[in-house]
Nanobody
Framework: QVQLMESGGGLVQAGGSLRLACQGSGRTFENNAMGWFRQPPGKERELVAAISWNGRYAFYNDSVKGRFTISRDRMQNTLSLQMSRLKPEDTAVYYC????????????????????WGQGTQVTVSS
């Protein structure tokens, strides 16, 4: 069974940090671009960050630039999101996702460009 599983969410005070992890299983994701999305309550899902298959290219939503860092370990089949200086507006369910594309010719950015999703992990930032 091919799946992605997130971990690392929780409750943190504004200004704090969290590190999200996504473990792939069932097959390797080493040749796939991957991304982190989030969905705040009552809002649409949005791309937070994406990374190409080899880690050479990365994209960040303007709202998280300079605060979040996406990384991957192809050997371990994992994807991470280091989140620092968290704000209440970062509160959301965070999802990791894999794209059929590698991302060499442009990183995927829309939800429909990703075909495998994790179940999500809740991040709550208190003010």
């Amino acid at each position: 069974q091919v799946q992605l599983m997130e971990s690392g969410g929780g409750l943190v005070q504004a200004g704090g940090s969290l590190r999200l992890a996504c473990q792939g299983s069932g097959r390797t994701f080493e040749n796939n671009a991957m991304g982190w999305f989030r969905q705040p309550p009552g809002k649409e899902r949005e791309l937070v960050a994406a990374i190409s298959w080899n880690g050479r290219y990365a994209f960040y939503n303007d709202s998280v630039k300079g605060r979040f860092t996406i990384s991957r370990d192809r050997m371990q089949n994992t994807l991470s999101l280091q989140m620092s200086r968290l704000k209440p507006e970062d509160t959301a369910v965070y999802y990791c996702a894999s794209s059929p594309e590698g991302g060499d010719f442009g990183l995927p950015a829309l939800p429909n460009e990703f075909d495998i999703w994790g179940q999500g992990t809740q991040v709550t930032v208190s003010s």
